[in-house]
């Protein structure tokens, strides 16, 4: 039975970027989702519907169905004394809340005597993904 809108999937996963593992669950417990719910990357979503109870695929997602292409104007550069109190690394992940309430993440890019650079992109932004994809459960 091919999977439908509403189903709750079980799924074991791996995630590899330019061949580099980025997680994986093969060896453990499967994740839980509902179909077409977007809980999962959509690019990611739309390839496992054909399949069945039982089956594994590789598939690959070009960034732009899964986080997007990279975006130069979603870096800022910041006063360090923003950041007072915090000991920042180049990749370290900042979060926070916006004028609206809601909540964001960003990635430090670069820290100066003076300046912070911080990226607004999600890490994965602008890199295709490949994925190795086990669907265990189909209800």
């Not at 994740?31 to 990611?44: A, H, M, N, R, Y």
């Not at 990749?91 to 990635?107: D, H, Q, W, Y």
């Not at 890490?123 to 669907?135: M, Q, R, S």
């Amino acid at each position: 039975m091919a999977i439908k809108n509403n189903q709750v999937i079980s799924m074991q996963y791996e995630l590899k970027v330019n061949g580099n593992l980025i997680e994986s669950n093969l060896d453990g417990d499967s994740i839980e989702f509902v179909f077409g719910s977007g809980d999962i990357v959509p690019g990611l979503e739309a390839r496992i519907i054909d399949m069945n109870e039982g089956e594994s695929k590789d598939i690959k997602v070009p960034a732009i169905e899964a986080y997007g292409n990279y975006d130069e104007n979603l870096s800022e550069i910041v006063p360090i004394e923003e950041f007072e109190g915090i000991d920042l690394q180049i990749g370290m992940i900042l979060e926070g809340e916006n004028e609206n309430g809601e909540l964001f993440k960003a990635t430090v890019s670069d820290v100066t005597k003076e300046n912070v650079t911080v990226d607004y992109n999600h890490p994965l932004a602008g890199n295709d993904l490949d994925f190795k994809i086990v669907i265990n459960k189909i209800v």
